[in-house]
């Protein structure tokens, strides 16, 4: 017995819901609609977006015309699973996070141990605390990328599903910017550069660790030595210009300097001795995304308290940090920014000329003598004291004196 034609059902897009792919719409409004029936419907071509056949993975857009089946009867939502209610501690925890808050956007200064999603004896996450940072939003707020569970720092959430397709998007593209501080053992021979290793996942382990391999995919990392502690450790700016898996991670630890506190990929030697914490140094400084009202967000993360112990107790200047790898920075920098590249600048040369003899001028006084009274000059033969020299006779010019050629300018 034939099925007969189906009852077909119809939706128009509601602007909350543009950009966002079609499979996403169907949980949302049409819950209990099990995936392989969206699948099926998509291929015999009874879900189409203003006339026009769709797929699961398409996006859609506010004022498509949707038309799809009307689900059966043994499809219909099934009740949502409910998470751990949340404590006053959990409200206060989330809220205290907070630096940026608008009408689409929250960003987070996530703490150092607090993973973003929820996994095998993992109850405390970001993703649990989103429906304490709802609001007066229409919708429970949305991740839209991730931060490992010991890196801290700046992690963005969207407030509405349009945002979320918006930032996604800003994601995929690499179109988002985002600087990370981390502090490393040893120092690149090196001052700035570019890491390109390709990366995959490790086998044998899960998918939990990754490793650079030739059929991995490709992965840069953009780096800058803000500053150095003798040859012990670097403090160093990170920025990905790719986003793969423990990317800063395993590029730092491939290239002989792993980040301190990361003894999954940098074992024992990935730890200092002294007062320095054996948690991770990694830390996302600063993002750059546009915004999809207009303009952008542009906001930075302070470093949590190991990190900015560990940075006073290597007698790392903050101020330093504030001088940025990105060359697309807009508008004049600030003059905190000027101020930390004019001492950059000024540290680079006198490391430059650290342990060499300075040259003697015709005007200053040879080094041998610097902090003495310079001896008087000796008198000619014939030449009585108080009294000038002879002249020279006519014709003949005088021989130039000659000096130790000067130290190179620092560039």
Do not use: C
């Amino acid at each position: 017995m034939s099925e007969g034609k189906a009852k077909l059902d119809g939706a128009t897009i509601a602007e909350e819901d543009d950009g966002i792919r079609l499979d996403r719409w169907f949980k949302r409004h049409r819950e209990g609609t099990p995936h392989a029936l969206l699948a099926r419907w998509a291929r015999s071509g009874q879900l189409t977006l203003d006339g026009k056949k769709a797929d699961v993975s398409d996006r859609i857009a506010t004022g498509q015309k949707l038309v799809m089946p009307t689900p059966p009867v043994e499809t219909e939502a099934r009740p949502a699973r409910k998470g751990r209610p949340l404590t006053d501690a959990d409200i206060e925890l989330a809220t205290g996070m907070v630096i940026h808050r608008d009408a689409s956007a929250i960003v987070l200064n996530k703490l150092p141990g607090l993973a973003t999603q929820g996994g095998t004896k993992t109850e405390q996450h970001v993703d649990g605390l989103l429906d304490a940072l709802k609001y007066d939003g229409p919708t429970r707020p949305k991740l839209v990328h991730r931060l490992d569970k010991d890196t801290s720092g700046a992690l963005l959430i969207a407030r509405t599903p349009r945002a979320a397709a918006y930032f996604a998007k800003s994601f995929s593209n690499r179109s988002a910017r985002k600087a990370y501080w981390a502090i490393i053992v040893g120092v690149p021979d090196i001052q700035q550069g570019e890491i390109d290793l390709p990366l995959a996942k490790q086998p044998g382990s899960g998918g939990e660790k990754m490793h650079v391999h030739d059929s991995g995919l490709a992965s840069k990392t953009r780096y800058r030595v803000i500053e150095r502690a003798g040859n012990s450790a670097a403090w160093v700016e990170l920025q990905p210009l790719t986003g793969r898996t423990h990317q800063l991670r395993v590029h730092m630890a491939a290239i002989g300097h792993p980040i301190v506190g990361d003894g999954k990929y940098g074992g024992k030697g990935a730890f200092l001795t002294g007062t320095i914490s054996r948690k991770m140094h990694l830390h996302s400084r600063r993002l750059r995304i546009d915004h999809p009202d207009g303009g952008a967000i542009d906001i930075s993360a302070e470093v949590p308290e190991h990190f900015a112990a560990s940075l006073d107790a290597l007698g790392f200047d903050r101020l330093l940090g504030e001088v940025g790898i990105d060359a697309g920075e807009k508008g004049p920098p600030p003059k905190a920014a000027l101020k930390a590249q004019a001492k950059a600048h000024s540290k680079q040369i006198r490391k430059a000329r650290r342990g060499e003899r300075r040259g003697r001028t015709a005007d200053s006084k040879p080094t041998d003598f610097v902090g003495k009274a310079k001896p008087k000059a000796k008198t000619k033969a014939g030449a009585k004291a108080g009294k000038p020299a002879p002249k020279k006779l006519a014709g003949k010019r005088p021989t130039a004196k000659k000096h130790p050629a000067r130290p190179p300018k620092a560039s």
